[in-house]
C-alpha cells in the first residue's frame, strides 16, 4: 500500500482522519496476512475484535448501541481501505457491517438493537445475512426456504447458499417464506443465532477468488424460531430486503474501489523499477497510456460511489444510482485488474506477485 499524490474529494475531516486511521491499521494488520489468507481461505478470526476496536463495525450504528454513527460515507471509505489491503476481508466485513448489522440497526424492534447490535459492534460476534438459495438469487419470492408456525413459534425448513461468513456467523438475519402463496408479502425476516436446534452449517466452499472470505450453505431441519426474532414483522421480509439494498449496493461498490487502489499500488513501483531498453518501462508511451487510463477510471468511480454514499447519508439515494455505482465499480475493477496484470507482463501471472 502506497500513498502517491491523488485527487482529493472533500471528505470532511472525520472522514478524512477515519481513512487515514483504517488505512495505517489494513496496511499493518491486514496487507501484511492477505497472501496466507488467500492460500489457506481461512479468515483471521482475531481481526474481528480488533475491527470493532475501531469502532468499524458499527460504523452506520448510534452510540447508544455501541457504534460510531458517521453514516453511509465513511462506511464507505472504511470498506474501501480494508479492500485494498485485501479484497476477502473486505468482502466479509461488510457482510458484517452492512448486510448483518445495518439491517438490525434499520429494522429491528428497541429489544432486539439492545440485544443484538453491542456485540455485533465490538467484534465479539460474527453477523451474516442469508438470501440466496441454490435456485433462488434475484428473484427472491422463488425461495424455497419455509417458516411454518406451529405452536406460537416458527418452524423453518430448508436451506440458504452462498453465505458469507455463513461457517463464523453468531447472529444471522435470514429469510424464509411465511406464507407460500401471498408472493412477496409472504416473506418474513428472521434472527437467527448460532446453535439453534435445527440448523446447522454445510462444509466451507472452495472458492476460486475471494478466499479467506468464508461461504458455505445453511441447512434447517425443523429449525424453531420464536416469534420475537422476527425482523420488523410478519410478511415484512421482501420490504426488509429491497429497502436495504440501496445502502448494501452503496457500501459494497466500495470493494472494487479498494481493489483499483491495490493495482495501483502494485502497478506503480513496477513501472518506475522494471527496466526494458536501459530505462524504466513507466518511461514507455504504451505503458503511460495504461497507466492513465487506469487513474482515470478509477477516480470516475470513486466520484460516483462517494456522490452515492453521500445521498445515502442526505435520505436522497435512488435505486438506480447504488445499483450503477456498484455494476460500474465491478466492471471496471475487473478491467483494470487485467490492466494491472498487463502491465506486469510475466510477474503479474504469479502468486507472489499478486
Known amino acids: 500500500m502506497i500513498d502517491f499524490p491523488a485527487l482529493r474529494f472533500s471528505f470532511s475531516d472525520e472522514v478524512e482522519l477515519l481513512r487515514r486511521s483504517v488505512r495505517d491499521f489494513a496496511a499493518a494488520e491486514i496487507a501484511p496476512r492477505a497472501a496466507e489468507i488467500d492460500r489457506s481461505n481461512l479468515f483471521p478470526a482475531d481481526l474481528w475484535k480488533k475491527l470493532g476496536a475501531l469502532g468499524l463495525l458499527g460504523i452506520t450504528v448510534e452510540e447508544e448501541y455501541g457504534g ?10 472504511a470498506m474501501e481501505e480494508i479492500s485494498r489491503a485485501s479484497a476477502s476481508v473486505g468482502l466479509s466485513y461488510g457482510a458484517h457491517s452492512n448486510l448483518c448489522v445495518n439491517q438490525i440497526r434499520r429494522n429491528g424492534s428497541e429489544a432486539q438493537k439492545r440485544q443484538y447490535l453491542p456485540k455485533l459492534v465490538s467484534g465479539e460476534h460474527v453477523g451474516a445475512l442469508a438470501m440466496s438459495e441454490p435456485g433462488a438469487g434475484s428473484d427472491v419470492v ?29 447472529v444471522l438475519v435470514v429469510y424464509a417464506k411465511s406464507d407460500a402463496g401471498a408472493g412477496p ?79 495501483m499500488d502494485v502497478v506503480v513501483p513496477y513501472l518506475h ?44 439515494t435512488t435505486r438506480k444510482d447504488a445499483a450503477g455505482a456498484i455494476l460500474y465499480a465491478a466492471e471496471k475493477a475487473t478491467w483494470m485488474a487485467g490492466e494491472a496484470i498487463q502491465c506486469l507482463g510475466g510477474m503479474g501471472y504469479i502468486n507472489e506477485t499478486a
Open 68 to 77: 460510531s454513527s458517521m453514516g453511509y460515507l465513511a462506511h464507505i471509505v
Open 142 to 170: 422463488s425461495m424455497k426456504l419455509r417458516a411454518d408456525y406451529r405452536n406460537g413459534e416458527f418452524v423453518l425448513n430448508g436451506s440458504k447458499m452462498w453465505i458469507t461468513n455463513g461457517p463464523d456467523a453468531d
Open 185 to 263: 408479502r409472504g416473506i418474513t425476516a428472521f434472527i437467527i443465532e448460532k446453535g439453534c436446534p435445527g440448523f446447522s452449517t454445510a462444509q466451507k466452499l472452495d472458492k476460486l477468488g475471494m478466499r479467506g472470505s468464508n461461504t458455505c450453505e445453511l441447512v434447517f431441519r425443523d429449525c424453531a424460531v420464536p416469534e420475537q426474532n422476527i425482523l420488523s414483522g410478519l410478511g415484512q421480509g421482501a420490504s426488509v430486503l429491497m429497502s436495504g439494498l440501496d445502502y448494501e449496493r452503496a457500501v459494497l461498490a466500495a470493494g472494487p474501489l479498494g481493489i483499483m487502489d491495490a493495482c
Open 273 to 316: 523499477e522494471r527496466k526494458q531498453f536501459g530505462q524504466p518501462i513507466g518511461e514507455f508511451q504504451l505503458m503511460q497510456g495504461k497507466l492513465a487510463d487506469m487513474y482515470t477510471t478509477m477516480n470516475a468511480c470513486k466520484a460516483y460511489v462517494y456522490a452515492v454514499g453521500a445521498a445515502c447519508d442526505r435520505g436522497e
